[in-house]
């Protein structure tokens, strides 16, 4: 031990890389957990202006895809509003429990293994923790942290991330985990064999937890294997394009607390 | 010494913003990006003190892991690179009595340089995707991602550094 003292008192150089490494460690090991700090992630205002500023100058050149994009958009509500113009129209039904505010995306990162986005809203225009963040055709991720201006927003492309998923033409639950390989696609887990399924037949959100509503399409089936009477390996082609995520919509459920408080206390009881 | 600080303290604040906003952007074949930054332990003159520079390092990856939430997979690796960079600049340079004073980056020969600039960038790179995945699964893929990162970053470093170097010598 008075070796080890002696070591460290003759090479203080070395016993300061030892520590900045091992805090530099800590912070690694922290980051894994789902409660990071707020400070060192991306939500703090300073890093947010900083993302948003390179955001929008790399914007600028991207302008005539997001376009694009926006007018498929357009495109796919209009039809869908057509479809429902002569049923009860759910979406802009007042007592409708789902509320959307549209945020920009100014960091995407899609090609890490943990991928977390940093959205340009905040607490400001009330975005909470544990929020959905979705596409029309797709879901995004929930959010983790929230500043003033800014959120982060825990990636379907993210080893933390299970997503509530379910077949379109049935009601067979699964859950959606992504494998870190291919940001085109994520693997469908936990289906029961009852589910019959084929290449082709699209997953939807579940709407059995209370982030997303029900029925949001996130991609086709491109590929599964059938193992020991079970599914494994069900790949999913997402709809979206997780490499230009720009407008997207976090989701506010006006009933999640009604609903947790009601769960919870039957519980206990 | 004073003009230094203040010449390294800018490199400090410029260099995130410089990796955040243009070589993070970059995804060449999907997903190769070069990691610019490093040339901070490269430039940092040797004839200032060791503690400094570990300092420093440490600040420069928590900036880039702060932008990036990434945790702390930079700055562990910066300053592994930062500790390692004189005893290897020993190594190559065959001499062991390294006249700190008077060392200075002009006077290594490109080959030499090179050789330097390429371990380190090798070393940091590998160990930034390992913990990055914090598994040692799918080994290959994590090799064949820090041989490409590494090649792109190299090839822009020594391109920096000539600009850098021929600056500051004109100057």
Do not use: C
Not at chain 2, 45 to 63: A, E, Q, Y
């Amino acid at each position: 031990m008075l070796q080890l003292i002696n070591f460290f008192s003759n090479n203080k150089t070395g016993l300061l890389f030892v520590l900045l490494e091992v805090i530099a460690f800590v912070f690694i090991l922290n980051s894994h957990s789902y409660h990071q700090s707020k400070y060192l992630s991306s939500a703090n205002g300073i890093s947010g202006s900083i993302l948003k500023k390179s955001n929008s100058i790399n914007n600028y050149f991207l302008l005539n895809n997001k376009n694009k994009a926006l007018v498929k958009e357009n495109e796919l509500l209009k039809n869908q509003l057509e479809h429902t113009e002569n049923q009860a129209i759910s979406s802009i039904n007042p007592l409708s429990k789902y509320k959307y505010t549209a945020a920009t995306v100014i960091s995407n990162p899609y090609t890490k293994r943990n991928n977390v986005l940093t959205i340009d809203k905040g607490s400001l225009d009330s975005i909470r923790p544990n929020m959905g963040v979705v596409l029309t055709n797709g879901i995004v991720g929930i959010t983790l942290k929230v500043s003033r201006h800014y959120a982060t927003v825990l990636s379907l492309l993210n080893n933390q991330a299970k997503i509530n998923a379910k077949m379109k033409n049935s009601h067979h639950y699964g859950s959606l985990h992504w494998n870190g390989k291919d940001f085109t696609s994520v693997n469908l887990e936990d289906l029961p064999i009852q589910a019959n399924i084929k290449k082709g037949d699209t997953i939807i959100s579940g709407g059995k937890s209370v982030i997303f509503p029900e029925g949001i399409p996130i991609g086709s089936i491109s590929d599964f294997v059938i193992d020991n009477k079970s599914y494994t390996n069900i790949s999913i082609h997402l709809f979206a394009d997780f490499s230009a995520l720009h407008n997207v919509y976090v989701v506010k459920n006006s009933k999640k607390e009604e609903q947790l408080e009601l769960e919870q206390n039957s519980v206990h009881e | 010494m004073n003009s230094d600080l203040f010449k390294y303290g800018i490199l400090l604040l410029l260099l995130p913003i410089l990796q955040v906003g243009i070589f993070n952007n970059i995804d060449f074949m999907g997903h190769i990006n070069p990691y610019f930054y490093i040339i901070f332990v490269f430039v940092f003159p040797v004839k200032n003190s060791k503690t400094i520079l570990l300092i420093s390092s440490f600040l420069l990856g928590l900036f880039i892991d702060i932008l990036t939430n990434d945790g702390g997979i930079h700055t562990f690796s910066l300053v592994l690179i930062s500790y390692i960079r004189l005893p290897f600049l020993r190594i190559i340079t065959g001499k062991s009595d390294l006249d700190q004073a008077q060392f200075n980056i002009r006077d290594l020969s490109l080959p030499v340089l090179i050789t330097w600039i390429t371990i380190l960038t090798l070393l940091h790179h590998f160990f930034l995707f390992l913990l990055e995945q914090f598994s040692f699964a799918q080994f290959g893929n994590l090799l064949l991602k820090t041989l490409l990162s590494s090649l792109f970053s190299i090839v822009l470093i020594i391109f920096g550094l000539q600009l850098f170097l021929k600056r500051r010598s004109n100057a």
